[in-house]
């Protein structure tokens, strides 16, 4: 993706920590007619048999995107953090509005999982989610024939990590005053996308309060 070189998030462990953070993304691939196909998904970040991470997930069968995964296709997957409108009132000075975000985006090739590799995968995720519940369940808490049944209905599927590129636009280049003027004007928008954008440019300006 284009980043300019101010905002651009290079850090590998600040990306996989984005990722897993903000784990709902976007899967891109594109169709043998040459149509761009997307899907919508919780992609987990694992690591696979070498310590090496790849990301995994799974689609509905019913989902023609899965046909094309068993091919080592080229993949896309976008995950999103906060990010909010800038106005250009904000500043001491004239100026174009902007928008501040952050991104990350991993390039890589796909493969099928195996029934087996499926059910150890449905096992992590539902941990992990299940994890926040009052009353978790869990896999293990299904009978098998259940579970070998249910996942008849899905596609599960890695990605490696080829490519992993991070953008964090935050009004980096403007002066400590300006920098400031946004982050007071984004807390009080009330939007908690604004707010969380706000907390994230605290952070990296120590210089800065809340």
Not at 70 to 85: D, E, R
């Amino acid at each position: 993706m284009y980043i300019p070189k101010a905002f651009q998030e290079t850090d590998r462990d600040t990306l996989l920590q984005f990722i897993r953070d903000n784990s709902f993304g976007l899967l891109v691939t594109t169709g043998n007619d040459g149509v761009p196909i997307a899907t919508h998904l919780p992609l987990e970040l694992l690591p696979d048999t070498d310590g090496q991470f790849q990301l995994i997930g799974h689609l509905a069968k019913a989902n023609p995107q899965w046909k094309l995964l068993g091919q080592a296709t080229p993949a896309l997957a976008i995950f999103s953090g906060p990010h909010s409108y800038i106005s250009s009132s904000w500043y001491d000075h004239v100026n174009v509005p902007t928008w501040n975000y952050l991104a990350v985006q991993i390039t890589g090739r796909t493969r099928l999982l195996t029934d087996d590799e499926t059910l150890a995968f449905l096992r992590q995720q539902v941990d992990k989610h299940e994890a926040f519940s009052k009353h978790p369940i869990s896999v293990e808490s299904m009978t098998e024939e259940y579970v070998r049944k249910e996942m008849r209905g899905i596609v599960a599927f890695t990605i490696s990590i080829d490519t992993l590129q991070g953008a964090a636009k935050l009004s980096q280049n403007r002066d400590d005053k300006n920098y400031q003027s946004i982050v007071s004007e984004l807390q009080q928008t009330g939007n908690p996308n604004a707010i969380e954008l706000a907390k994230e440019m605290v952070a990296r300006r120590p210089t800065i309060t809340e």
